[in-house]
C-alpha cells in the first residue's frame, strides 16, 4: 500500500489514475487554504496537462466571480482561466435561467453572486425595491445583516423562490475555519419555516454542468474534495470516482466514522499532492 493510502472500499492500492479522461477538483482545503497552496498542488496540475487530462474547478463559493478564482490559482503558479472555474454561483445563476426564465433575484451575497447573476440576464433588485423580487438567492455573504435576513424573509414569506448556492457550514481559512453559507442560510430557514433549493455540491444539477463543461463521462471522471456531505457524496451520486483529501473540512476520524456508503470515498489521501504516484 503506498504512503499515506486509506481506503474504505474493496478498491486495490495500485490505482492508475491515467486511465481517467477528466478530473474536478475543489478548491478551499482542496488545491489551497486561504493564501496558501497545497503543497504539491501545482505539480500535480502541470502532470495532468502533460497528460492531456481535462481539469476543471468546481466550488461551491460563490464569494468571488471564475476569473477571480482563476487570478487566484495563477497567482499559485497554476495555468487556469475563467472558463476552467465553475463556482455555485455561476451553476445557480443558470439554473434559474434553465427553469424560470429571467428572474428579479435579490440576492443575499456579493459581488461574486450578483456578477454571475447579471451575466446570465437576471435582474439584481435593491432592498428599497424588495417587493419586485420573485427570487431571493442566498450564499456566504461577508456583510449579512438583520436588514437583509429581514427582506429575504418577506419575499419568501409572500410565495416567492428560496434559492442557496450551497449550505457549506464552514469554510477552511488558515488556523481554523470561517461560518459558511450554510449559516446564513439557516437564519433565512429559521425566520420562514422554508427549506431552499440547493444548487451546490452534492447537487445533481452542478456536477451534471461541470460534466458538461468537461465534456467527459462520470464514469471517466475524478472528483476531488474535502467535504463528505457535498464533494464525495455529490461524485459518489453522479457514478464518478472519488478521492478525498484531508487537508480541508474532513478530518482523518472523520473519515473513520464513516458508515454510509453515499459519502464513502473509493480513495483518500492526505492532501492533492499525494495524487503524484497514481499518475506515474
Do not use: W
Not at 436588514?147 to 429575504?152: D, P, T
Amino acid at each position: 500500500m503506498k504512503p499515506g493510502l486509506y481506503i474504505l472500499s474493496t478498491i486495490p492500492s495500485t490505482i492508475d489514475m491515467k486511465e481517467f479522461e477528466a478530473f474536478i477538483f475543489d478548491l478551499d482545503g482542496c488545491i489551497y487554504i486561504g493564501k496558501s497552496i497545497i503543497p504539491g498542488a501545482r505539480d500535480v496540475m502541470e502532470r495532468l496537462r502533460e497528460l492531456g487530462k481535462s481539469v476543471l474547478f468546481v466550488t461551491n463559493n460563490a464569494t468571488k466571480t471564475p476569473s477571480e478564482f482563476a487570478s487566484k490559482l495563477r497567482s499559485f503558479g497554476i495555468k487556469v482561466s475563467a472558463d476552467d472555474v465553475l463556482t455555485s454561483a455561476t451553476a445557480t445563476a443558470m439554473y434559474l435561467l434553465e427553469e424560470f426564465g429571467k428572474c428579479a433575484v435579490y440576492p443575499v451575497g456579493g459581488r461574486g453572486l450578483t456578477e454571475e447573476l447579471r451575466r446570465q440576464g437576471h435582474r439584481i433588485v435593491n432592498i428599497s425595491r424588495i417587493d419586485e423580487a420573485d427570487t431571493v438567492v442566498a450564499c456566504l455573504d461577508f456583510k449579512f445583516s438583520y436588514e437583509k435576513l429581514r427582506a429575504a424573509s418577506n419575499v419568501i414569506r409572500n410565495g416567492k423562490r428560496f434559492i442557496a448556492t450551497n449550505v457549506d457550514p464552514v469554510v477552511p481559512v488558515e488556523g481554523g475555519f470561517l461560518p459558511g453559507a450554510g449559516a446564513i442560510v439557516s437564519a433565512i430557514t429559521t425566520a420562514t419555516n422554508k427549506e431552499p433549493y440547493v444548487v451546490g455540491k452534492p447537487s445533481k444539477h452542478m456536477l451534471t454542468l461541470a460534466f458538461r463543461k468537461l465534456g467527459a463521462s462520470p464514469e471517466k471522471t475524478v472528483v476531488v474534495g474535502d467535504r463528505l456531505d457535498t464533494d464525495i457524496k455529490g461524485g459518489n451520486d453522479a457514478g464518478a470516482f472519488t478521492l478525498l483529501v484531508l487537508s480541508g473540512a474532513t478530518s482523518a476520524d472523520a473519515f473513520h466514522k464513516v458508515n454510509d456508503l453515499k459519502f464513502a470515498p473509493r480513495l483518500t489521501l492526505p492532501n492533492v499532492g499525494h495524487m503524484t504516484p497514481y499518475l506515474s
